[in-house]
């Protein structure tokens, strides 16, 4: 699972939430459809949190070959496997126990069992897979994505691991799991969405190259970035402020 050559975000400024949840969907079903053409599948990890729960409702109406889709996770709280605030349980709510993927390909994260331990299961099943088409990502007000936290290590060494345990996140809970900055750097394309002034300055640290988990991701042929109006800073190209 490693990237060939990386490149430059590609800013797409929404009007509203709704809007970045249309144009997002209609981004993810052209990446999904393409792969499906060249490989016979398309592998996605999914972000958590609340952006993407409107971007998950618009992909239950594609018509798309279903049967082709393998679902992964970029991260994962270490909570009971039905707890709420699971971002699998999240996605399946949203979207998946609404499309016939198979239940096979729906691969969550064992967090229930721990930070190391899922971690390693883990890092099997996506080594196993092989490379991502796609990582969904969101951003937070620090700067992270996935659960990679500024101060911690982001797993973009050579010889990184492609999940991390995670002890000690900035925000609860403390303990989770998520995909290292080279598995999701591995990924062919990214897609980041971002709804809300508190990410604005986030964003704009980001695109003025400030050293930020965000500011990492480097996948090898699209990185897409998807901001409401409201969470793009000022004279960003396709803001109207």
Not at 93 to 103: G, N, R, T
Not at 122 to 131: C, E, F, K, T, V
Not at 147 to 171: E, I, N, Q, R, T
Request: with cysteine; hydrophobic share 45%; charged share 20%.
């Amino acid at each position: 699972m490693s990237a060939e050559t990386s490149c430059s975000p590609d800013w797409r400024v929404c009007a509203d939430a709704a809007a970045l949840a249309t144009e997002a969907a209609a981004c993810v079903a052209a990446l999904a459809e393409a792969a499906i053409q060249r490989r016979g599948e398309f592998r996605i990890a999914l972000a958590g949190g609340t952006t993407p729960q409107a971007l998950y409702r618009e992909l239950r109406s594609l018509a798309a070959d279903w049967a082709a889709w393998h679902i992964y996770f970029g991260d994962e709280r270490c909570v009971p496997a039905d707890d709420p605030d699971r971002n699998d349980r999240m996605a399946r709510e949203a979207w998946l126990d609404h499309v016939p993927i198979p239940a096979a390909h729906v691969h969550p994260i064992p967090a229930e069992a721990g930070a190391t331990a899922a971690a390693r299961i883990y890092a099997d099943a996506l080594q196993s897979a092989g490379r991502l088409d796609l990582a969904l990502l969101g951003v937070g007000e620090d700067g992270h994505t996935a659960s990679l936290f500024p101060g911690m290590d982001l797993g973009d060494a050579p010889d990184a691991p492609l999940v991390l345990p995670v002890y000690g996140a900035p925000k609860p809970p403390a303990e989770r799991v998520t995909l290292s900055l080279a598995a999701l750097n591995a990924a062919r394309s990214i897609i980041v969405i971002a709804d809300g002034p508190g990410k604005r300055n986030a964003i704009a640290k980001w695109q003025s190259g400030a050293d930020l988990p965000i500011s990492r991701l480097a996948p090898s042929e699209t990185l897409l970035v998807f901001l409401t109006e409201s969470a793009a800073p000022d004279g960003l190209p396709g803001s109207s402020r």
